[in-house]
């Protein structure tokens, strides 16, 4: 395989046949032109390298691979080696563990009432000028996982709005493909942009604590450990990131889905206890996290191919989740499948997704919500969306859609 394969307008629009060349070329084929670095679409592989401790997250290297050692101290990728997300244990543990507990003090259930508040008052937003039309993720996919993470920091839905430019530049540093020079520069702005916000804004918990994520991070202590200041920024930029940006596209990517596969919407309108297989069996369908990529810590062998140390394997858990030695059909949405067909979409091993029972929450809420309030809402021109321009998140840059302005409820 060939970095390009992963990086053309094809690919983007549906990287499905592009994973299906993958996987048929075998375990853990190289990826051209990057001295060691190897890529893999395939459910059992995968599943063997997210469970071998002898792997784990190499981003400074795979930083220098695509930048070279010159640019890996740039502000950008200096704040992703401080998250979670980048590192490995002992440090990952810890990290872990404080994030853990912090989240652990908030109640599950005040989130989830959180979230159903957030979705109702949207589409409340939605139906009041009862023209009928809308882009759905300037209006709702985007605004819901936003509105709900600026809850759960204390953070101003309007000052979170204004840094979505922001958000958006640093996360291309996560792309497989590397950046343009410009496409840099503005990742770097972006990163010293959101820095130069929650900086001061941790100062100012520190003075007055409330209840929110920011001031429980600033005091949670596990085993007498704490985080620093910038593990604090640089954790809390992940969560401001990760924490909107997946669950938008993951939204929007279950809608269309869903369209495109009338009897399954039908199915799940007819039966709405079919929600939570009906979210996990879209996030194996069609995720909006396509790929992760893990360093090799110590020589191993996985599938019959060494694997030396210091060398990269890049998971692409959109093609193990499709790979029909794992799945029945798999290229079929099945919303009954059995509960035991999980998909990777969260990752696995000791970097599973920390924020996975939220995303799922607010994934389930927000179709829920949309199907239930708005029964005839309809995506215009489904097979004709313009999705981002990224390999390592799907999802689509508007999502117009329109409804009957006289149908569904109000709530008051």
């Known amino acids: ?67 070279g050692a010159q640019r890996a101290d740039m502000p950008v990728f200096n704040s992703y080696a401080r998250m979670l997300l980048t590192n490995n244990p002992p440090k990952h543990t810890r990290l872990r563990a404080l994030l853990m507990k912090a989240f652990n003090m908030r109640q599950l259930a005040a989130i989830h009432d959180l979230i159903q508040r957030v979705a109702d008052r949207l589409i409340d937003r939605l139906r009041d000028p009862d023209h009928g039309r809308a882009d759905l993720v300037r209006d709702f996919t985007l605004r819901l996982p936003a509105e709900v993470i600026c809850h759960l920091l204390d953070v101003p839905l309007d000052d979170a709005l204004q840094l979505t430019d922001a958000t958006r530049s640093q996360s291309q540093a996560l792309d497989l493909a590397p950046m343009s020079d410009a496409q840099l520069d503005s990742a770097n702005r972006g990163t010293l942009d959101l820095e130069a916000y929650f900086r001061p804004l941790l100062a100012q918990r520190r003075r007055h604590p409330g209840d929110d994520l920011i001031s429980l991070l600033l005091t949670v202590q596990e085993d007498g450990e704490h985080f620093t200041e910038d593990e604090i920024v640089a954790n809390v930029l992940l969560l401001f990131i990760a924490g909107h940006e997946t669950t938008s596209g993951m939204i929007g990517n279950a809608l269309i889905a869903l369209q495109r596969n009338p009897d399954q919407l039908a199915l799940l309108k007819a039966d709405p206890s079919l929600m939570p297989s009906a979210v996990m069996e879209c996030l194996r369908y069609d995720s909006s996290v396509q790929r992760v990529a893990y360093g090799v810590l110590e020589d191993t062998v996985i599938e019959g191919r060494p694997l030396q140390r210091g060398q990269l394997v890049v998971i692409f858990v959109g093609s193990a989740n499709r790979d029909p030695e794992r799945f029945e059909r798999a290229d079929a949405l099945d919303i009954r499948r059995p509960a035991d067909s999980r998909p990777m979409s969260f990752g696995g091993g000791v970097h599973y997704c920390l924020g996975a029972r939220l995303a799922a929450m607010e994934i389930e809420v927000a179709l829920s919500s949309l199907l239930g309030r708005l029964p005839d809402l309809q995506i215009e021109q489904v097979d004709a969306l313009r999705w981002l321009q990224r390999n390592t998140l799907r999802g689509v840059e508007a999502l117009p859609v329109r409804w009957n302005a006289g149908s569904g409820e109000r709530l008051s």
């Open 1 to 67: 395989m060939h970095l390009s394969d992963f990086a053309s307008p094809a690919f983007f629009a549906d990287p499905y046949p592009v994973y299906q060349r993958l996987r048929a070329e075998g375990p853990l084929p190289p990826l051209e032109p990057l001295p060691g670095v190897f890529v893999t679409g395939r459910h059992d592989t995968s599943e063997a390298l997210l469970k071998d401790r002898k792997l784990g997250r190499a981003y400074r290297k795979g930083i220098e691979l695509r930048y």
